[in-house]
């Protein structure tokens, strides 16, 4: 806006003390106020780009208005708040001024003088006013005149938006044991178990209609109800304790495995179906006494004398002793015969399924594993690290993270496989340990999931060029965003056409791609998308950087306005 400041307004304003009352400072004033300061600021607006506050100042000067033995200094300042920042003063002199070498106002014709000036800008500018000290000399006289302002309309502040993903998805992986070739999040899992009188394979009424079968028939009716949904296999998993008549019955574990696997197909209503016939759809597992599994539970148990319990069993010089051992502290220890011991006389069985990629997002899958709310839930499949592994990645997809790296540990003790490793980063990046999730992901790399894994460690710790190279191996947003945020506007822009856009905040990152390579038609249809999905976008887009070149545009100012 072009302000014009007259300086008989000014010189009113003048301070009393500056009225000297000698005849040269009377003329000193009386010149001064002839001569019109006309000045005004471009652009109007004023704007920071980067950080910086650029601008022109021009003041102008009418013939005879200069006086030709006088300095002019003009210090523009800008007021933010209580604060005040000076910037560079801008001096001027009359023709007949000696010993300076400042600009000069031809007294005759008269002057138009512009400046450019530059300053930071700091917090709390956006509101702020420009002003301007003046102040004139001749010889050894001098006087203030009031400041004046330059302009009040504010700085926009042209700055890069903190851009966020909804979230980040570190991605589990499955052993391909029981599912092979799909993704963790397109596998569905339905299990139950039922426990074993000891020494005996009867299945009594009470386990048969247990709210744990009742359960899991209802979740498997929902299963066999979907027509997307297809079932993989049947892994059945039977355990012995180590007790004495358990360990004298030797046929113990297949008669229980065989009892099981008709009650389960029967129950489950799998019988006589074509998955059923095939002989590789149940996978068979048996613990003929099942120690490990028993260390694992008096581990988690209140017994007082725990520690030394397993120490002694473990120390046994060979099987007979360790039976006398156990025996022994069965007579002692009611909690182990009652409580600890029957949980390892069971059968447990787990039916994976798979729903097609195309439909995932569409249904929701069955994760019905009521092991995972056992206290020890790792005993059901001490032996199997994969199904460890696999189980602890449902436990990984529920949120379970404590249950999931607990079931991990468990399965790593049994094989240091980078699969199970992946998943222990998954666990420790979800729980914001991203140091320790690294350490995994590095052990497993050899796993594509564990190097996008490590690319997402790598992209929320702005390390983007060292991202980009893991994010590849799975190229969604992700990918898109670290290149973005690296400058690989042009890589950007190509991964943002080629994946599924999910929300207004993805059309707005390509908008901002397209912008940087000038890619006009591109960035406003991006952003009008945008936009249209989320209206408070257009108050960025209003003062995103990316956008500053395009500020003249029709088409750029019709869709912010």
């Known amino acids: 806006m072009k302000r014009t400041f007259l ?131 001749r010889g050894n006289k001098s006087f203030m005149l009031s400041p004046v302002i330059l302009n009040k309309n504010g700085i926009k502040v042209w700055k890069q938006p903190a851009f966020t993903l909804d979230g980040v998805n570190y991605v589990p992986a499955m052993t391909e044991t029981f599912v092979s070739d799909v993704p963790a999040e397109a596998v569905g899992v339905v299990s139950g178990y039922v426990m074993f009188p000891l020494g005996k394979s009867t299945i009594s009424q009470a386990e048969q209609n247990s709210p744990v079968m009742t359960q899991a028939v209802k979740a498997m009716e929902k299963v066999l109800a979907d027509k997307n949904a297809k079932i993989t296999n049947m892994f059945i998993y039977v355990s012995n304790s180590p007790e004495g008549a358990e360990r004298l019955n030797k046929n113990l574990a297949n008669t229980r495995f065989r009892s099981a696997k008709s009650f389960f197909e029967k129950d489950l209503k799998l019988q006589n179906t074509p998955m059923a016939r095939n002989p590789k759809f149940v996978v068979q597992q048996t613990v003929t006494e099942n120690w490990n599994g028993l260390y694992m539970l008096l581990g988690d148990s209140n017994i007082k004398n725990k520690d030394q319990i397993i120490k002694d069993l473990k120390s046994a010089p060979n099987a007979t002793a360790r039976n006398k051992v156990i025996d022994s502290y069965i007579a002692k220890i009611p909690e182990l015969k009652e409580v600890i011991l029957p949980v390892l006389r069971r059968a447990d069985f ?112 702005g390390e983007y060029a060292k991202a980009i190279p893991y994010l590849k191996d799975k190229p969604n947003i992700n990918l898109a965003y670290a290149q973005l945020m690296n400058n690989d506007n042009r890589a950007a822009l190509e991964t943002f056409r080629k994946i599924k856009m999910q929300n207004a905040m993805d059309y707005y990152m390509q908008a901002v791609a397209a912008a940087r390579i000038k890619d006009t038609k591109e960035m406003a249809v991006s952003l009008q998308k945008a936009i249209q999905m989320q209206p408070d976008l257009k108050n960025w887009a209003a003062t995103d950087i990316s956008f500053y070149p395009y500020k003249g545009d029709p088409v750029y100012m019709q869709i912010v306005k």
């Open 7 to 137: 300086m008989t307004g000014l010189a009113v304003l003048t301070l009393a003390f500056f009225m000297t009352g000698c005849n040269s400072m009377k003329k000193l004033q009386k010149e001064v106020i002839e001569t019109a300061v006309v000045g005004y600021v471009n652009p109007e607006q004023l704007e920071s780009v980067n950080g910086v506050v650029n601008f022109n100042y021009t003041i102008n000067f009418a013939p005879k208005q200069f006086d030709k033995k006088m300095i002019l200094k003009i210090t523009p300042k800008i007021q933010y708040g209580s604060q005040m920042m000076n910037l560079q003063p801008m001096f001027l002199q009359g023709e007949n001024v000696k010993n300076a070498s400042y600009p000069v106002v031809n007294y005759d014709k008269g002057t138009s003088f512009t400046q450019k000036m530059s300053f930071n800008f700091k917090p709390g500018m956006e509101d702020g006013v420009l002003w301007a000290d003046i102040e004139a000399m």
């Open 350 to 461: 787990f039916v994976f399924y798979t729903v097609p990629t195309t439909v995932q997002e569409d249904v929701q899958l069955t994760y019905f594993v009521p092991q995972l709310t056992e206290k020890t839930p790792a005993v059901t499949a001490q032996t199997n690290w994969q199904l460890l592994n696999d189980l602890a990645v449902m436990a990984i997809n529920n949120k379970e993270y404590s249950k999931a790296q607990k079931i991990l540990e468990a399965a790593v003790a049994l094989k240091q496989d980078a699969t199970v490793n992946n998943n222990l980063g998954v666990i420790h990046a979800q729980m914001g340990h991203k140091r320790e999730a690294a350490q995994y992901f590095d052990k497993a790399k050899i796993r594509k999931e564990a190097r996008y894994n490590m690319g997402l460690i790598l992209m929320q710790n």
